[in-house]
């Protein structure tokens, strides 16, 4: 199995702290992606990162990806208390089906 | 953005009925959907793939039988939960893809279901 495993499992910051989140996987992939879930909510994708690049950002968010390491990470720059949400990672190999993560619980307190 | 929508968004039924749960794609064509089930704190876990207008790929350990999906438009799939039981409850999680595969998939906002 190439599911991704997120750790910590659970994270609790202060508001405007940074939230960083990893990844880590079993076997090569063709892109990984994260998203972020609210509770008892469908998902939604926050950045694809493909194989082939290292790094991505898009607003407040910072993806790293090292395939040599078989791992990412998800960095939230100055968290704001609507961040709270469970972040997933979905590794997709030559299937492109998505084996997701069991996630990592972030609480921003305000 | 690309909107799924699926109904109900939450649903109590009791034990050995069956519940039909709807995933549509609003504004754009879906080539492949895809069914997930979530326990609480859990991640997600693939039930199936669907691809219109032809049966269904299942994952290992999913019962077809139990869990019938159907695609029967580039809009619209269903999950069928027949016979359903308490442990059945969960977070059921459909999600479109325009494309072949999931490399660009959208996902509903889920589907509550409960079994008394």
């Known amino acids: 199995s190439q599911q991704g495993e997120e750790d910590p499992q659970a994270l609790s910051i202060q508001e405007g702290e940074n939230a960083t989140m990893n990844c880590s996987y079993k076997?090569?992939?063709?892109?990984l992606q994260w998203y972020r879930q609210n509770s008892g909510r469908g998902l939604v994708h926050l950045i694809l990162?493909?194989?082939?690049?290292r790094e991505k950002h898009s607003g407040r968010l910072r993806v790293t990806l090292d395939t040599s390491k078989k791992s990412s990470s998800l960095l939230i720059t100055a968290s704001r208390a609507a961040d709270t949400a469970s972040y997933f990672c979905?590794?997709?190999?030559?299937?492109?089906?998505?084996?997701f993560g069991r996630g990592t619980s972030l609480i921003v307190h305000p | 953005g690309a909107v799924v929508s699926q109904h109900p968004s939450w649903v109590i039924c009791k034990s050995g009925t069956s519940v039909k749960i709807e995933c549509r794609s609003l504004?754009?064509?879906?080539?492949?959907m895809f069914w997930y089930r979530q326990f609480p704190k859990q991640s997600l876990m693939l039930m199936a793939t669907?691809?219109?207008?032809?049966?269904?790929?299942?994952e290992q350990g999913v019962e077809k039988d139990k869990f019938l999906i159907n695609h029967a438009s580039l809009t619209l799939s269903t999950l069928t939960v027949t016979s359903a039981h308490p442990e059945d409850s969960s977070f059921y999680i459909c999600?479109?893809?325009?494309?072949?595969?999931?490399?660009?998939?959208?996902f509903g906002p889920g589907t509550r279901l409960t079994v008394t």
């Open positions: 999600s479109a893809s325009p494309l072949p595969g999931a490399a660009e998939q959208y």
């Open positions: 076997t090569s992939i063709n892109n």
């Open positions: 990162i493909r194989s082939n690049e």
């Open positions: 979905a590794t997709e190999g030559g299937s492109y089906i998505p084996t």
């Open positions: 504004d754009f064509q879906a080539t492949t």
């Open positions: 669907s691809n219109e207008g032809s049966k269904a790929t299942y």
